[in-house]
């Protein structure tokens, strides 16, 4: 594959094909109705007028603490509540996010909150915290987020970013993105266009021989789309490591956000390197990045009810606008076969070896085992620890 197929690939990939869409195509059934892909035992969920849902798993009787941060949730005070569910309604003087000490049933202790960022600008704002990782730790939450562009964003959606702290906003998009559709943050972050390749968009033209005259339909459209998720891992991987160097700087970088147009492909891979480098699972990774289908569902109607390229059909529009799960296994089979599994590959791509990848984990990954609740619900922290150990 030459590079200047890959810029094509990763550029189409972001949705730039959308630039020669109009209306009249129908729409792919895949899209709609999309059910959750990320298997969470609670699931939290704010409406727009400010109140929490929260759906347990399993039913029993939880004991539920809250506080405006994950280090200052009261654990004196928890709500017991008894079966699957749990509706909080919106307070005066809210704060902008509430956090939610879990006590299950088994009595087992996690943090949880929203991990959609509800934002008017943006459907597809993440904090990618509490995914559990392999060693029975925890991504922290509010230190690293993904997002799709953000040109859209509202005075309100701003003043939010502010209250999340955001310091480094990272774009991974190449500069005809940029120009078309500048970031708005607060003026308190520091931005970085750091473009997972094709930093100019020469690539565009290219798009449009290949699109309208050489036929990228249906099977072959696939086989085009799985060749870009190949080429992110391979040839291209290297484009993101100044992300992993803000991540370890010793300059207070964090908490971080990156994105891309769509906030599905480039950033989908990204997130995929990091929570790889934290050590969470494959197939939770993989439930993230289908997220996005959830997440954008309204979005891709949309985009999808647009188009009207010509001889573009629902099946092709499905295999561009929609991630699925064979992208991100081209992924990894490129990672295990050509690179000898993860840790290599992070080392070789992204200069991770087991030092900085275990200093990734100190930084964003923690324990709920420190948590401090009431005696009779919780031990000493340091035995929890031990008997986790054991087990």
């Known amino acids: 594959m030459t590079h200047s197929l890959n810029f094509f690939l990763l550029t189409i990939c972001a949705g730039a094909a959308l630039a020669f869409l109009g209306t009249s195509c129908k729409i792919s059934p895949n899209a709609k109705n999309i059910e959750r892909s990320l298997n969470e035992n609670v699931i939290v969920t704010r409406s727009s007028a400010g109140g929490y849902t929260l759906k347990l798993k399993p039913a029993g009787k939880w004991n539920i603490f809250q506080g405006p941060s994950p280090d200052k949730i009261d654990w004196e005070k928890p709500t017991v509540v008894e079966g699957d569910f749990l509706q909080i309604p919106a307070q005066k003087n809210e704060v902008y996010r509430n956090f939610f000490g879990m006590v299950s049933p ?135 490591r100044p992300v992993f160097d803000l991540l370890l700087s010793e300059q207070e970088t964090t908490p971080l956000l990156y994105h891309c147009t769509g906030g599905k492909d480039r950033t989908g891979y990204t997130t995929a390197m990091i929570l790889s480098a934290l050590g969470v699972d494959r197939k939770t990774i993989t439930d993230d990045y289908l997220m996005s289908n959830y997440y954008r569902e309204s979005a891709n109607i949309k985009n999808m009810r647009k188009a009207r390229l010509i001889g573009l059909d629902a099946e092709t ?27 290599a590959y992070l080392e070789k791509q992204f200069g991770l070896d087991a030092a900085k990848r275990n200093e990734l984990k100190a930084r964003f990954t923690e324990s709920y085992y420190g948590h401090k609740l009431k005696k009779e619900t919780m031990k000493d922290s340091l035995e929890l620890e031990t008997v986790k150990k054991n087990e």
Do not use: C, H
């Open 317 to 343: 529009l499905d295999y561009a606008i929609l991630v699925r799960k064979e992208y991100m296994d081209a992924v990894f089979q490129v990672i295990d076969e050509k690179y000898g599994g993860t840790d």
């Open 106 to 240: 088994k009595g087992d202790t996690i943090i949880v909150s929203e991990r959609l960022i509800p934002m008017k600008g943006q459907p597809n704002m993440r904090d990618i915290g509490g995914l559990p990782t392999e060693d029975g730790r925890f991504v922290k939450w509010g230190a690293i987020y993904r997002s799709g562009k953000l040109s859209d964003l509202s005075e309100n959606d701003l003043n939010y970013l502010s209250y999340l702290g955001v310091k480094s906003i990272v774009d991974l998009r190449n500069d005809i993105e940029v120009n078309k559709d500048p970031d708005r943050y607060p003026k308190d972050a520091k931005y970085y266009q750091i473009s997972l390749s094709d930093k100019e968009g020469k690539a565009y033209d290219r798009i449009r021989t290949m699109v309208l005259k050489e036929g990228y339909r249906r099977a072959k459209a696939k086989a085009l789309f799985v060749d870009v998720m190949r080429a992110f891992a391979d040839t291209l991987a290297s484009d993101i």
